[in-house]
């Protein structure tokens, strides 16, 4: 057995190279951009009034002016604007050629109806105008390489006319579910059996983290069925999540199975509560991940080595933070395993949960965090800082 750093340093060390792909925009939100992306316009590609109101020279705004002409959003005319004149602009309108000013409808009086007196004490030159460029110089980087694509940055990118976009690929997934006693939610549960529920969670989580390539396989506990469904699912995709069987129980085929499929293993079983027989292999450039079937053990690796992975191999921001809390009470175990607790975290202070039980994940519904208490450690008193990591 080895300890948890261990196990987080050598899956670090087979983290594959990323991969780079070319999405439409549509389809490229919460990726991670692979290359700089500039703008092929300046936007805006005019001078562009903020407000509705009134284009003057700034020169003029002490005169009566008369208003000539009109500008509205969409209009492609230029218009020129002379000196003593007004012209009607509305926002988003390009600025007529001469006028370097747009005063608000509010700040100004009409006389004998096509006359203009400005009221605005704090008018100033340029005052309500968008610059050519203002949001993006054309041939300039507009959003750089390593960018997180947030909402805002899609429509920053569809603004500048951009329809492609350079990211870091999204590996494919398999998950590979076992155990002869489990029913798919929807039967009847008959005596002995368990309504599979981590398929649930994991297709959760992965497409939390931005996986939307996923293909779920069910197994009975029959070694040949086992290693039939693991050479086809690292032959399709780059990393294989095997859930159950990973253990020493007499129907635990899968370490055997990786073994045929010739996998490399990396490390199995490590020193952590719930979790122990957490299992890590590779094979070339892919990964094979072994969770223990018990809900709640499944969950806590995935968030605690898989997760990790999938942000590096992406370059997309972890749905995981490390912090650290003060206890809300005390809690006692022995030295000799790491063990990470369902617990609250609210305004710097942490809670552990009731049921911490790794069959159990009701617990795991209320959490937003884990608690760690280290290997060594025989667990902490109230009001002691602990680390924690915050679930997103
Ligand atoms: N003699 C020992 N027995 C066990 C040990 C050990 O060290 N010595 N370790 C225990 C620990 S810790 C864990 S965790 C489990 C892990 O076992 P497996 O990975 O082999 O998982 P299974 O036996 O297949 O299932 C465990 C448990 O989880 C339920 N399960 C499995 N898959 C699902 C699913 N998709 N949805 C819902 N529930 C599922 C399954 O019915 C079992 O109750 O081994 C201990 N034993
Ligand atoms: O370590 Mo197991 O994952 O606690 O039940």
Redesign the pocket.
């Known amino acids: 057995m080895i300890s948890v750093q261990e196990a987080q340093n050598i899956i670090n060390q087979n983290i594959p190279k990323e991969k780079h792909q070319i999405l439409p925009l549509k389809e490229a939100f919460g990726y991670t951009t692979s290359e700089d992306i500039y703008s092929k316009y300046n936007i805006p590609n005019f001078s562009q009034s903020s407000m509705d109101g009134y284009a003057i020279r700034f020169e003029d705004k002490d005169l009566k002016l008369k208003i000539v002409g009109e500008m509205s959003a969409g209009t492609t005319e230029p218009f020129q604007l002379e000196n003593g004149t007004a012209c009607r602009i509305f926002t988003g309108a390009p600025l007529p050629i001469g006028a370097d000013t747009v005063v608000m409808q509010e700040k100004i009086k009409i006389e004998n109806n096509d006359y203009l007196i400005i009221e605005d004490y704090d008018l100033e030159k340029k005052l309500n105008i968008r610059d050519a460029g203002s949001d993006a110089k054309k041939d300039t980087i507009a959003i750089s390489k390593d960018s997180y694509l947030s909402a805002a940055a899609i429509g920053y990118l569809a603004g500048i006319g951009c329809t492609e976009v350079p990211v870091y690929a999204q590996p494919s997934v398999s998950l590979i ?3 002869n ?2 029913v798919q939610p929807g039967n009847n549960l008959e005596f002995g059996q ?7 969670q994991l297709e959760s989580v992965l497409k939390q983290c931005g996986i939307n390539s996923i293909e779920t396989f ?1 197994v009975k ?1 029959d070694p040949l069925e086992v290693e039939k469904t693991l050479n086809l699912a690292i032959s399709k995709t780059d990393i294989v999540i095997l ?7 007499d ?2 085929y ?1 370490i055997d199975a990786t073994k045929k499929c010739g996998i490399e293993q990396q490390f199995h ?1 490590i020193r952590q ?5 957490f299992y890590f292999g590779t094979k070339d450039e892919k990964l094979v991940f ?6 709640s ?2 969950l806590t690796c995935f968030y605690l080595y898989i997760v990790p992975v999938l942000s590096k191999i992406m370059k997309r921001p972890t749905i995981t933070e490390k912090t650290k809390a003060t206890t809300t009470s005390s809690y006692k175990k022995k030295a000799g395993l790491t063990h990470f607790l369902k617990a609250t975290y609210a305004d710097g202070k942490v809670t552990p949960l009731h049921a911490q039980e ?2 159990r994940l009701q617990s795991f519904a209320e959490a937003n965090c884990l608690m760690i208490l280290p290997e060594n450690s025989e667990g902490c008193e109230k009001d002691e800082v602990v680390e924690i990591i915050l679930l997103k």
């Open positions: 579910l076992t155990g006693e489990l368990v309504f599979e529920s981590n398929s649930y069910w506990d859930v159950g069987g990973v253990s020493v129980g129907y635990d899968v079983k509560k719930p979790g122990k027989p072994g969770l223990p079937g018990n809900p053990s499944a790794s069959y």
